[in-house]
């Protein structure tokens, strides 16, 4: 057999693959989104007066409380500025969303591909699914205390529900053929599950994990702002406490800005992840 | 050898109608033979290779291959389907790989397997590419080689070429005789698509309403080209299979 057919359909593509990677026009589309966003925050400020600080005073805030504060330990709060808090925040956001994660993606795979296991879940997750999560977060910290843990639980117990939802629907997208061929190939089911199943759920998990992720940052800092020693929500909290509005936003900002990188860093994991998709399948 | 006895199969509808997609068909197919099946859409072909693949299960009477009934799918019988199966997460290499993965192969033998058959169907610089870089003709190939690869000796195909462009339809065509004259392997191959059948097929089995109607031997030499589907022996198989599938209806004398 020769390669003819082959070459002559796959030159376009390694054309496209070769193209040189400029900056797209489209940067400049963001970047003046981003000014607009400023634009309109100052404007805000002119109308609303002191109740809400120009974007210069937040970021003055930001920056001169970052990594130390005697204003801080003044109020009440542990030393070292904004950037314990920070850390603190992160790390319940990523691990309870990375515990969700696992927990739900397991479930949700799991509910595809056995009817037992899908009966079993089905009725929990449309009673946990339908619990307002901000109203159930004083709850958490009943149980569990107020402490690091709840605020995890908290996180992973919602991330779950998205994933186990997220990798349901994604199984139930992949075409029926792909399994019905692996088992034609002598695949069990384990095989089916991990080969499968999973890859191909891949894309739609990251979209899940997007989803959770986001939600994450603002679980973690609401079930601060109850009650905790330590987070962006504790400094939001203590700062409301006198009035200060720009150190308030201060760590809202923070907050933000760690969220967005988050989310980026989760993007350019999908990429990776991803190489097998066609462009503009996502 | 394949054995069909008195395979029925019955659908119930959620409406409560039933529908009867397998009629009591017996049937047999021997080693190496290349049979088509051929039918209008509804009318039982893809059941029976369904069933044949272990992928539904008959509602009475049985399969069996080589005496042994057919309870489930199984590595001796390969399958390529009309949708496209090559899994688009794995390179062209490891998809053709995966029966052999799943045989337990070691990886150097199974390397080695999937290389011959990506060769064999003139794929073989691609084993690294992506599937989405490959057209859906290209895509075809991986999926048969994927099948040979697993060493089956019976292949199942389902309207394998039914999306493709014509002279696609026609390599992958040339192709296929040429890997079954090649290895011998029995291949069941569902057409709708009488010019195909006699291109391929050594017999046709005609299906009407789940019941085969008829059992043709297609003793056309080969190559098939077009001067030999058009020879008297050509047209008069053409013939008598569109009777059975009711299209000449004014023709007198055809069942």
């Known amino acids: ?282 | 050898m394949i054995s069909i006895t008195n395979a029925s199969c019955v659908f119930r509808h959620a409406s409560g109608r039933e529908v009867r997609a397998l009629d009591r068909i017996s049937s047999t197919i021997g080693d190496g033979e290349f049979v088509c099946l051929l039918g209008r859409s509804g009318h039982g072909k893809s059941t029976l290779l369904r069933s044949l693949a272990g992928l539904n299960t008959l509602t009475a009477g049985e399969i069996a291959v080589d005496g042994r009934p057919v309870k489930g799918p199984g590595i001796d019988r390969g399958m390529v389907f009309q949708e496209d199966t090559v899994f688009p997460w794995m390179t062209v290499q490891a998809n053709v790989e995966f029966g052999l993965l799943a045989q337990g192969i070691p990886a150097a033998e199974r390397q080695g397997v999937a290389r011959e058959w990506l060769d064999k169907v003139g794929l073989g610089r691609f084993g690294d590419s992506w599937p989405k870089e490959l057209s859906g003709g290209m895509r075809k190939r991986v999926a048969i080689a994927t099948a040979f690869a697993g060493g089956a000796p019976i292949l199942l195909m389902d309207e394998p070429f039914g999306p493709l462009d014509y002279v696609t339809r026609r390599d992958l065509q040339n192709l296929l005789i040429d890997l079954w004259r090649s290895t011998g392997r029995t291949i069941i191959f569902v057409t709708h698509d009488i010019e195909e059948a006699l291109v391929l097929a050594e017999r046709a089995l005609v299906l009407r309403a789940g019941r085969i109607v008829d059992d043709i031997r297609v003793d056309l030499t080969r190559p098939r080209d077009e001067e030999e589907r058009a020879s008297p022996r050509g047209i008069a198989i053409s013939k008598t299979i569109l009777g059975h599938l009711e299209l000449e209806q004014h023709t007198p004398g055809a069942a």
């Not at chain 1, 070459?7 to 390694?14: E, G, K, Q, S």
């Open chain 1, 1 to 282: 057999m020769t390669d003819i057919d082959a070459t002559r359909d796959a030159m376009p593509v390694a054309d496209k693959a070769t193209a040189p990677a400029r900056p797209s026009p489209e940067i400049w589309w963001t970047l003046g989104g981003i000014a607009l966003f400023f634009i309109v925050w100052t404007l805000g400020h002119l109308v609303i007066g002191r109740y809400l600080p120009p974007p210069w005073q937040v970021i003055a805030a930001a920056v001169t409380h970052f990594f130390d504060s005697r204003y801080f330990v003044g109020l009440g709060l542990p030393p070292g500025g904004y950037w314990p808090h920070l850390v603190s925040t992160t790390y319940t956001a990523l691990l309870g969303c990375a515990v969700g994660a696992v927990i739900g993606t397991l479930t949700g795979l799991g509910s595809a591909h056995s009817n037992v296991i899908h009966q079993i879940t089905r009725p929990i997750v449309a009673i946990l699914g339908t619990v307002p999560i901000l109203v159930a977060a004083p709850f958490f910290l009943i149980w569990f205390g107020v402490s690091e843990n709840s605020k995890i639980i908290l996180v992973a117990f919602y991330s779950a529900v998205v994933l186990h939802l997220y990798a349901l629907r994604a199984v139930e997208h992949l075409h029926p053929s792909f399994a019905e061929s692996a088992s034609t190939l002598g695949a069990g089911p384990w095989m089916i599950f991990h080969r499968v199943s999973l890859p191909g759920s891949v894309p739609e998990l990251f979209g899940g994990l997007r989803a959770a992720l986001g939600a994450a940052w603002g679980l973690a800092a609401i079930t601060e702002l109850l009650g905790t020693d330590r987070g962006i929500g504790r400094v939001i909290i203590t700062t409301w406490g006198v009035q200060d509005i720009a150190s308030m936003m201060g760590g809202l900002l923070l907050l933000a800005l760690i969220a967005v990188i988050a989310d980026a860093l989760l993007m350019l994991a999908r990429r990776a992840a991803t190489r097998w998709m066609p462009e503009g399948a996502l």
